[in-house]
């Protein structure tokens, strides 16, 4: 079923990447596996450089707080800068491991998939529909807005590096954890205060339920986006599009 963005007064756009712009499997089985497979590199390259203090920071202080409810916390040593880089990689593998959507395990994430990308090792993989759809709607004067629990950072990259060319010029604007929680309605006002435009004048895309009732309790307008490889939904409480092509002018 197509979705009429000028009939149903629709100002601004707002999607999600992965299962949404991007395979969940490009996501899983090559992104989060080079992360994991550069981390120590990484770490062992610019741990040390003052730059990265804030980060390592925001790594301990969630440490902190980790371990207060989960007794299978790796310890965290700082009397070296060796063990400090030893007790952030069995950190950040232990957030991995549970795909706990932490801001400071996002950020070095992107940090890595930064050397990837520019690299040429990674290629942002995105939908056949989605270059044309970006194009469609920037022509159309409605502008697209990302927001995705992959930091600002991993987004840009994504988009900047993608398997359909530089799509960042069609993106206006990116919104990643730091605006809040993807569950909570007050992240959706954010970013609908954010882009300037009501709430009711937004559109979020998501193939995520749980997303689309935040948005949707927000006052944003949501579609739940079916894609190839994603899980299944077992009722649909939102309306349904299987590509950006179901989303006309």
């Known amino acids: 079923m197509s979705l009429s963005l000028r009939q149903a007064g629709v100002r601004a756009l707002v999607l999600d990447i992965e299962g949404t712009t991007t395979p969940v499997s490009f996501v899983y089985e090559t992104l989060f596996p080079y ?10 390259f610019h741990a040390a450089v003052p730059s990265a203090a804030p980060l390592i920071q925001r790594f301990r202080d969630e440490h902190a707080a980790d371990a207060h409810v989960d007794g299978s916390l790796p310890a965290w040593r700082d009397d070296s800068t060796a063990a400090r880089i030893a007790s952030l990689v069995a950190y950040a593998g232990w957030l ?53 629990s992959g930091s600002v950072l991993a987004q840009k990259l994504l988009f900047e590096f993608s398997t359909a060319g530089d799509l960042t010029p069609f993106v206006t604007r990116h919104f990643d954890t730091t605006t809040g929680p993807k569950v909570q309605p007050e992240s959706y006002r954010r970013i609908a205060l954010a882009m300037q435009v009501p709430p009711s004048g937004v559109l979020f895309i998501s193939d995520v339920p749980h997303e689309l009732d935040a948005a949707n309790a927000a006052g944003m307008q949501v579609v739940l986006a079916i894609r190839p490889g994603n899980a299944s939904v077992p009722a649909y409480r939102h309306q349904v599009i299987q590509s950006f092509d179901d989303v006309v002018e």
């Open 35 to 44: 992360a994991r497979a550069h981390l120590r590199s990484y770490l062992e």
């Open 96 to 148: 991995m491991d549970r795909d706990r959507k932490s801001t400071a395990l996002k950020e070095l994430q992107g940090l890595i998939w930064e050397d990837g990308y520019r690299s040429g090792a990674l290629k942002g993989a995105v939908f056949a529909d989605v270059a044309s759809a970006l194009a469609r709607w920037r022509a159309a004067a409605v502008p697209v807005a990302i927001f995705s």
